[in-house]
């Protein structure tokens, strides 16, 4: 056996940076392109809702307690806030979802109340009642990690569903149907 020739060895190794990128860049192609998974399952879900009250978000609107989700009535609740971008993406959905009989709680976080106002004035206001959470507690405590997110949550209280991120147009079927189940006893 012969050793590789220089120019032969060094050919090969000028092509390997090459095949190496091409292999790096198929690997990231197939990763944005690949669907990913786009449910998760919250560890909250199928558990009751925290103890809490909170004070009116905006003059005009009920404040917000874990009380009023106890009712016998499913609802939703969404976790907003008014410097929030795809909050204001969502709002056209919630308000469709408001006028097929949904009802819809909003708890606005690390918010002014002033700051709410405006951005109901512009994007709609399709809350029954909106609690003002300054400390992201309720937040964390339905374990909500972001704005905007929706949750179901059934009569007695219980959270049924969990919807990260903003709801749109395409969503509004899934929520639709999550919020009729949330109807049915455990």
Not at 148 to 164: K, N, S
Request: overall charge negative; aromatic content about 8%.
């Amino acid at each position: 056996m012969s050793a590789p020739t220089p120019g032969r060895r060094s050919r090969w190794t000028i092509w390997l940076p090459l095949a190496l990128f091409i292999g790096f860049v198929a690997l990231v192609a197939y990763g944005l392109m690949a669907p990913g998974e786009r449910d998760v399952r919250s560890a909250m879900v199928g558990n009751p809702l925290p103890q809490f009250t909170l004070p009116a978000g905006v003059e005009g609107t009920p404040g917000l307690s874990r009380a009023g989700f106890t009712k016998g009535e499913p609802r939703l609740l969404n976790i907003f806030a008014s410097w929030c971008v795809p909050c204001a993406v969502e709002a056209p959905q919630l308000d469709t979802l408001a006028a097929q009989g949904v009802p819809i709680d909003g708890v606005a976080i690390r918010d002014r109340s002033e700051d709410i106002a405006q951005f109901l004035e512009r994007n709609g206001n399709p809350y029954r009642a909106i609690g003002k959470d300054d400390v992201s507690a309720v937040q964390l405590g339905i374990g909500s990690s972001g704005v905007p997110e929706t949750f179901v949550i059934d009569g007695d209280g219980i959270i049924r569903y969990q919807h990260m991120g903003p709801i749109m147009e395409r969503d509004i079927a899934q929520i639709m149907s999550e919020w009729r189940k949330a109807k049915e006893p455990l």
